[in-house]
């Protein structure tokens, strides 16, 4: 029944669906009454008939035109009762075919289908529209749905191209930066206060500092020395301020440390010099103070006073001097006797100032006048003063004495500096010289005490000249020093570079050492230990346990039959022996015992190292222990001097005892620890345990209201 209504059997008339404004709606109401009002059999017939007689009903008869109009007017009024409907398309069709295409195409098949639906399938054809409905909605909710999924897409789209955007320019901004960081920075000249360079400039800042400390004093009292070589002073000021203003631009350029690296950025050396408080010193040192001549003229040298705001650079240089001189003591005391002279010196210009205010021979204390011969000249005035403050700041000889007033205040204040100066002198001078004979004072003191335990044991005079000629021999040659004593201070790097300085070379002239690693070697030359000996001293003998390999520094050793005196071969400086022994190898005939006699000929200086520095060292470096061993080997099989079946049986039982004994020492110690680390757990469990059982009875002591308060206080922070 379902099949009998197509677009065959009942074709649809285009002007019938113009004529309506809505047609699909109208021709679905009409199919419904026109269902209702038909009874069932008329239905089938109608379904029967020709083609012809179906097409006849939309003819010119009155009772297609009857029925036509009946149709159209339930149409309208069911269409003002239910209001009109909205229209929902397919989603498919639309995109396929386009929107006009398909509400033509649905209103066709609206019409056809209400025109050929008689009354018995108009009730089962309801059914079917109302699922068609119900379908048609849901394919609008999907229509919806893709068209939001769309806007989404196209909003992640363009959302997406923004950040593509963004992350282009980020990328192209890297690029920028990382050219920029590629391109080589220009590089400005930085001043590294650690080099050579550095302590020249200070040398070079140091004259003009000490010029203006010494002449300007000199100038501004001695008017005869300003006025008669006014070109001199004139070129000599405006080059120290020459090399004040490029002082200022070095220290804008000196670099620092920070974290232990140099800086050398521009801005943050600038920064640096304008922080530290010398910046204004040398500001105020710089201050054109000169422009002042132009009303006071050139001849009052005293407005550049100024520029001695620079003296720091002055003590600058003599502190890097003091450590750099290999002669410290010595040029403390010239900077000590420097410092007075320039005392001297101001205190003289400032007497001659005084006697030229107070009036040249005015009385008996001031500088006679310059009418007296001999007393007009200008060395002889200077001299004078000299000699006046001379004598009375060392407080050593008679001057006239003062007459008025302020002469006597002056006269006590030079006292008063005089004494201490003479104190300072005393003082500094004492220190030094104590400090110039510190290392033969301590050498004295151990002589003194070696003598008198000497002395008081009985020791035999020949015995106890041949312990003062070997004192005598160190004290001679230099050799006092104890090393570690001297280098204790010192890091460990720069102990070790020391030792590989002065001691490596000698290391490496042993042939079991020559191919080790360096880090071995390095070791081992800190545990070298420096011994003498003396002429007609045994260094070993035939038969002794060996216990330290020797390598000689200086001197020479003779290997000498068991009489001592019969020579068979001397060693000189570089050779070594005993290396053998301190290995320890297996299956050597002579085991640890020394094989010769060796004799100092004269003074020796020897190097010696011993086994258990040597072992303590190996156990590091297995590698290089087996090497050692085989080297060792390969020497006593050479000279015949090892038992190989000894040599290739296992492992010595006395070495397996060492192991055990050694693997037993560092349980022990694991053991200590770990039962100091329960101890520490248990004190730590028992102080919380306190500690929860003291908050515990604080909470049980609050009343409730102050346990809200506490729980709202929390409750606010959080």
């Known amino acids: 029944m379902a099949k009998i209504c197509t677009i065959k059997s009942y074709p649809t008339n285009q002007s019938s669906l113009d004529d309506s404004d809505d047609g699909s709606d109208r021709v679905h109401s009409a199919c419904e009454d026109a269902s209702s009002a038909v009874p069932g059999p008329a239905s089938t017939a109608t379904s029967r008939l020709p083609e012809s007689g179906r097409s006849s009903v939309r003819g010119a008869g009155a009772m297609g035109r009857l029925s036509h109009f009946l149709f159209t007017l339930r149409s309208w009024a069911a269409r003002r009762l239910r209001g009109p409907e909205e229209e929902r398309p397919d989603s498919f069709l639309e995109r ?49 749905k893709d068209g939001d999924k769309k806007e989404e897409e196209k909003k992640d789209a363009k959302a997406d191209d923004k950040k593509d955007e963004k992350k282009d320019d980020k990328k192209d901004d890297k690029k920028d930066d990382k050219k920029k960081e590629e391109e080589p920075k220009k590089e400005i000249w930085v001043m590294d206060p650690s080099t050579d360079a550095y302590y020249k400039w200070l040398a070079i800042i140091a004259l003009p500092v000490f010029y203006n400390l010494v002449m300007l004093v000199t100038r501004s009292c001695f008017n005869e020395l300003q006025e008669n070589y006014t070109y001199l002073w004139i070129f000599l000021d405006y080059t120290s301020d020459f090399i004040y203003y490029s002082d200022a631009f070095v220290k804008s350029r000196t670099a620092f440390l920070e974290q232990g690296l140099l800086v050398k950025d521009a801005q943050k050396l600038r920064a640096n010099y304008f922080i530290k408080p010398i910046f204004k010193y040398d500001v105020l040192a710089m201050l054109p103070t000169d422009i002042l001549f132009f009303k006071y003229g050139y001849n009052n040298p005293e407005l550049r006073f100024n520029r001695l705001f620079k003296m720091s650079r002055l003590l600058e240089f003599f502190e890097r001097t003091e450590t750099r001189t290999s002669f410290p003591n010595v040029f403390r005391i010239s900077n000590l006797v420097l410092y007075i002279l320039i005392i001297i010196h101001w205190n003289g210009c400032l007497f001659f100032a005084i006697s030229k205010t107070l009036g040249f021979g005015s009385d008996t204390w001031v500088y006679p006048n310059s009418s007296r011969p001999g007393f007009e000249r200008l060395a002889r005035k200077y001299i004078y003063c000299l000699y006046w403050s001379t004598l009375t700041l060392t407080c050593i000889g008679e ?38 004979n510190a290392s033969r004072t301590d050498f004295q003191t151990k002589v003194d005490a070696i003598k008198q335990y000497m002395q008081s044991r009985q020791v035999s005079k020949e015995l106890e000249a041949r312990v003062i000629k070997w004192f005598d021999y160190l004290w001679t040659e230099n050799k006092t020093c104890d090393e570690k004593a001297v280098l204790k201070h010192l890091p460990d790097k720069l102990k070790a570079e020391i030792a ?35 002429p007609g001293d045994y260094i070993c003998k035939k038969g002794d346990i060996g216990r330290e ?77 087996k090497a050692l061993e085989e080297k060792g080997k390969a020497i006593l099989m050479k000279d015949n001097l090892i038992d190989e079946a000894i040599a290739n049986a296992g492992a010595d039982p006395l070495e397996l005892f060492d192991r055990i004994v050694n693997l037993q020492n560092s349980v022990d110690a694991t053991t200590v620890k770990f039962a100091r680390l329960m101890a520490e757990q248990v004190s730590t469990q028992n102080k919380i345990r306190e500690r929860v059982k003291s908050m515990e009875a604080k909470v049980k002591s609050l009343s409730k209201d102050e346990k809200e308060e506490v729980v709202e206080d929390k409750t606010d922070k959080k």
């Open 96 to 144: 396929f075919r386009g929107p006009e295409l398909l509400d033509l195409t649905s209103r066709g098949s609206n019409a056809q289908s209400s025109l050929c639906q008689p009354d018995g399938l108009g009730k089962r054809n309801k059914k079917e529209d109302k699922k068609d409905e119900i379908k048609k909605d849901e394919k609008k909710d999907d229509e919806k």
């Open 399 to 436: 001057v006239p004495p003062p007459v008025s007033d302020f002469e006597y205040l002056f006269v006590v204040g030079d006292f008063l500096v005089g004494v201490l100066i003479f104190a300072s002198i005393v003082g500094n001078v004492g220190a030094m010289v104590l400090n110039m």
């Open 500 to 534: 590989i300085n002065v001691h490596l070379d000698t290391l490496k002239k042993v042939r079991i050492f020559q191919d080790c690693e360096a880090a071995l070697l390095i070791e081992l030359v800190l545990k070298l230990q420096p011994q003498v000996f003396s």
């Open 549 to 625: 390999m020797y390598i000689i520094q200086d001197g020479k050793l003779a290997v000498v039959a068991d009489d001592g005196i019969t020579q068979f071969v001397v060693l000189g400086e570089g050779a070594y022996f005993g290396e053998i022994s301190i290995l320890g190898i297996k299956g050597s005939k002579a085991g640890n015992r020394r094989t010769a006699n060796i004799r100092s000929v004269g003074y020796s200086d020897l190097f010696a190292l011993s086994k258990d520095d040597l072992m303590e060292s190996l156990t590091e470096y297995p590698d290089a222990k």
